[in-house]
């Protein structure tokens, strides 16, 4: 039973009002943003949920693991309003990519380019 905590799904923005709970700015009417629900009283009947909105660009890595914990994976999300398959594959591949990350602890977020490990090693 997961009756406390937050529960998390992507949407459309229907209007342009909403601030990004990251960077502050407005998320666009029309944007697809990330909106967590917390619950802040006992399940079935919260008395009280507040939702907060945030661009999927404003996801941090931090955020996208409490996420991904209560979804399990980014594909478990749901999709509230209608979005195109393109936004919601985009939508979730971030949210995947940005967890990931914090699971490698931030190491390198150095470009890729081909350099291999150093043979630690090799005397
Ligand atoms: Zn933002």
């Given at each position: 039973m997961k009756a406390r905590g937050s529960v998390y799904s992507f949407s459309r923005a229907p209007t342009g009002r909403a601030q990004c709970r990251?960077?502050?700015?407005l998320v666009g009417k029309g944007e697809v943003r990330l909106v967590t629900f917390a619950c802040v009283?006992?399940?079935?009947?919260?008395r009280r949920s507040t939702s907060f909105v945030r661009h999927v660009e404003c996801v941090t890595p931090g955020f996208a693991n409490a996420v991904l914990k209560v979804?399990?994976?980014?594909?478990?999300v749901p999709v509230v309003g209608s979005l195109s398959a393109g936004e919601v594959v985009r939508a979730r591949e971030v949210l995947t990519v940005v967890g990931h990350k914090r699971s490698l602890k931030l190491k390198s977020i150095s470009p890729s380019n081909g350099s291999h490990l150093p043979n630690l090693s090799d005397r």
């Open positions: 990251v960077c502050k700015r009283s006992a399940w079935p009947m919260p979804h399990g994976v980014a594909e478990n």
